[in-house]
């Protein structure tokens, strides 16, 4: 039997239905196969790698509003659903991690996004690369449109999730798997009884893939020392839409200076953790074996589970262990899989990063991520030293500062620092390292890292130039809810003019932008 027959409410009962402990054997099964590739070197690869997982919301050409995505645009190629039906998710290929891979990447993310926007454009549609979406869609209120599900015999089904059993089935499928219930953040609560409200936030996920799956542990431990700075650079999620606040609605303290920079990590981890259970969306712990990697995924709590033939592809031998991984919500993720055995990957998955103001910033993020690790790891960097709870409060403390954040580092000759230049010198000095090591010119990595050097330089981030546009329209007069439409208007004009080419490096200050 599968799980994609039928309509929604047929195929989550047959989930229903399934023993969930006969599931979970089955992934401990394919686990320990998994392992036997590791041994037998099947994962490995005669080169590092790269690839690059972004994701979309739509809007309206004419006025921002969030709109649906017709299902036809979904067959552009290279896109397909994410949870949201506003959301599109382009996966680059694999690449190799060089100079001019990184480029390929860039290229091929910026060629299927420009096809996407010209049949798009056909339907008054535009596709924005952003951390959350703030102007909500014109024909519902925007609660409504997160929160709105229908229930059938005991069945939850979100009315604007993609119609997945997946996306359905986190909030459908037992008492003792649901998905959390609730969002508090500083000014608003939204309670949900669907996963609709994570169809707020849209990400960028840079891959890194060692030449050696055994090198997985240490990788993992790196990205997790990176994974606060690099947050801190890129926050991009600031405000949520209006509507969502408390009554009577943020005031410009809130708004300027002391909500979360980066809302998406907030809303994600109360979204999707299952209430009174251990956390599924958190910061992962180092682990010191693949052994000890491959058993948190197959021991994690099951959401839900599934009964898929293998068709026939490579990673079929452990099909339900990877669908387990796909409910294995860390920031840092280890991922196996690989259609066949000779594109078998064992890769990191980093998934902190918001989506950016444009191209060139998401990919100077992934040539930033892939160069230090390199960096560090080639030279045994002492952050490999730094402490987990250090990385972990780094993380939060990006989250909700950005680059204001108080974050620790320990730099190349062993002294720990928590001064933001100190630290990114450190930081970009092991990027480019790494990036040197991998075979990219001095002038590339320059205009690689560029986008990020100025935002340590400035003190710009995305999230910090949204609240400044913000800061402007009040001083102008606009309410609250006013300036925050206003801010996310000129931020999609602006893309619009910059998406391909420009980074945020380049965007004027908000005060001399015309308001939309």
Not at 142 to 148: F, I, N, S, W
Not at 274 to 290: A, E, I, N, Y
Not at 474 to 499: F, K, S, V, W
């Amino acid at each position: 039997m599968t799980v994609t027959d039928g309509d929604p409410v047929e195929r989550l009962k047959r989930v229903a239905d399934i023993d969930v402990e006969a599931f979970n054997a089955r992934v401990r099964d394919e686990a320990d196969a998994v392992l036997d590739h590791v041994e037998a070197g099947t994962f490995d690869n005669e080169q590092t790698t790269t690839g690059l997982e972004y994701e979309f919301y739509a809007v309206d050409r004419e006025t921002g509003h969030l709109r649906r995505i017709p299902r036809a645009l979904l067959g552009c190629v290279g896109f397909d659903r994410e949870l949201g039906l506003h959301n599109a998710e382009l996966n680059s290929a694999v690449h190799p991690f060089t100079g001019r891979g990184i480029d390929a990447v860039r290229a091929e993310v910026t060629g299927k996004v420009e096809a996407l926007q010209r049949r798009a454009a056909e339907d008054g549609i535009r596709v924005v690369s952003d951390g959350m979406w703030t102007i909500g869609p014109a024909e519902s209120e925007t609660d409504d449109y997160l929160t709105e599900a229908t229930h059938e015999e005991g069945l939850t089904l979100g009315i604007n999730v993609s119609n997945g059993v997946r996306y359905h089935g986190f909030a459908s499928v037992g008492d003792d798997r649901m998905i959390g219930s609730e969002i508090d953040v500083p000014g608003a609560r939204i309670d949900a009884d669907s996963a609709g409200p994570v169809s707020l936030t849209t990400s960028i996920q840079p891959h890194y893939q060692p030449r050696r799956a055994a090198d997985l542990p240490r990788y993992h431990r790196i990205a997790t020392r990176l994974a606060g700075p690099l947050l801190a650079l890129a926050v991009n999620s600031p405000f949520l839409p209006p509507e969502l606040y408390d009554a009577p609605g943020p005031d410009r303290d809130l708004l300027v200076a002391d909500g979360y920079a980066e809302h998406r990590v907030p809303v994600y981890e109360q979204m999707m953790n299952p209430s009174g259970r251990d956390r599924k969306v958190k910061f992962p712990r180092d682990f010191d074996s693949l052994e000890a990697a491959v058993d948190r995924i197959a021991s994690d709590p099951t959401l839900v589970p599934a009964e898929i033939e293998s068709e026939g592809r490579f990673d079929g031998e452990f099909v339900h262990f990877r669908h387990k991984h796909g409910s294995y919500w860390r920031w840092v993720r280890p991922v196996f899989d690989g259609a066949t055995e000779a594109s078998a990957s064992a890769r990191i998955e980093f998934r902190p990063i918001p989506g950016q103001p444009t191209i060139p910033d998401a990919v100077a993020i992934l040539a930033a991520f892939g160069g230090a690790m390199r960096g560090v790891a080639e030279r045994d960097h002492p952050v490999l030293d730094l402490p987990w709870e250090r990385a972990e409060e780094n993380f939060y403390a990006a989250a909700r500062d950005g680059l204001d954040a108080d974050m620790t580092w320990i730099t190349a000759d062993g002294t720990e620092t928590t001064r933001t230049a100190d630290l990114y010198g450190d930081l970009f000095a092991a990027a480019t390292d790494g990036l040197e090591s991998h075979g990219c010119t001095t002038d590339r990595i320059a205009a690689a890292l560029y986008p990020l050097r100025s935002r340590v330089e400035t003190g710009r981030t995305p999230a910090s130039w949204k609240r400044s546009a913000v800061d402007v329209a009040l001083d102008g007069g606009a309410t609250p809810a006013e300036a925050i439409r206003t801010a996310q208007r000129t931020y999609i004009d602006l893309q619009r003019q910059t998406l391909y080419d420009e980074s945020l490096a380049d965007w004027p200050a908000p005060e001399t932008v015309a308001p939309n």
